[in-house]
T-cell receptor, first 113, second 110 residues
């Protein structure tokens, strides 16, 4: 049963620290998405890649967030420096082609104090 | 106006009843529509796509009304296991990322 995996599942850090979240998409999927979910805003698309190339990161605060795909099996989302307002659940999802069907990972629950 | 709007609920429904909820979208260029389901503290999972002609999957029926820019989800013979948050999802033409509504919380009561 192929699944998207994300690490860490939980992260508590202090304001100003760097946070790196990792995602392993389903093998064979060529499109990877990063979403953030909060009670106030719901689920928001931050960025996505196709064939490892960034296609859209307009939803991501550029000054502190960065997303990369160093290889086809790993996507990373980095926050530096982190702020309390970044506290949320960060989901990675993968799909194939136009990615109309996306498979979500279990999420990373981030708390910034 | 938000891109995708849903009544947050909660909808409290007795087991066995039929429940329906709608979702409105603001961008008339939206091309693809879905319902996702999210259980508490879990990831969203695709429930069903929504086609212009309407579609049914077991106890679930989805409809699209392009003229009025809304989609609907009907659940018949509801089960306790249907309790979840149902997320309306829209893809704009030319885009890949999903635009989510904030979800409708459904509670099926025994």
């Amino acid at each position: 049963d192929a699944r998207v995996t994300q690490t860490p599942r939980h992260k508590v850090t202090e304001m100003g620290q760097e946070v790196t979240m990792r995602c392993q998409p389903i093998l064979g999927h060529n499109t990877v998405f990063w979403y953030r979910q909060t009670m106030m805003q719901g689920l928001e698309l931050l960025a996505y890649f196709r064939n490892r190339a960034p296609l859209d990161d307009s939803g991501m605060p550029k000054d502190r967030f960065s997303a990369e795909m160093p290889d086809a099996t790993l996507a990373t989302l980095k926050i530096q420096p982190s702020e309390p307002r970044d506290s949320a659940v960060y989901f990675c999802a993968s799909g194939f082609g136009t990615a109309y069907e996306q498979y979500f990972g279990p999420g990373t629950r981030l708390t910034v104090t | 106006r938000k891109e995708v709007e849903q009544d947050p609920g909660p909808f409290n429904v007795p087991e066995g009843a039929t429940v329906a909820f709608n979702c409105t979208y603001s961008n008339s260029a939206s091309q693809s529509f879905f319902w996702y389901r999210q259980d508490c503290r879990k990831e969203p999972k695709l429930l069903m796509s929504v086609y212009s002609s309407g579609n049914e999957d077991g106890r679930f029926t989805a409809q699209l009304n392009r003229a009025s820019q809304y989609i609907s989800l009907l659940i018949r013979d509801s089960k306790l296991s249907d309790s979840a948050t149902y997320l309306c999802v829209v893809i704009k033409g030319g885009a890949d990322g999903l635009t989510f509504g904030k979800g409708t919380h459904l509670i099926i009561q025994p």
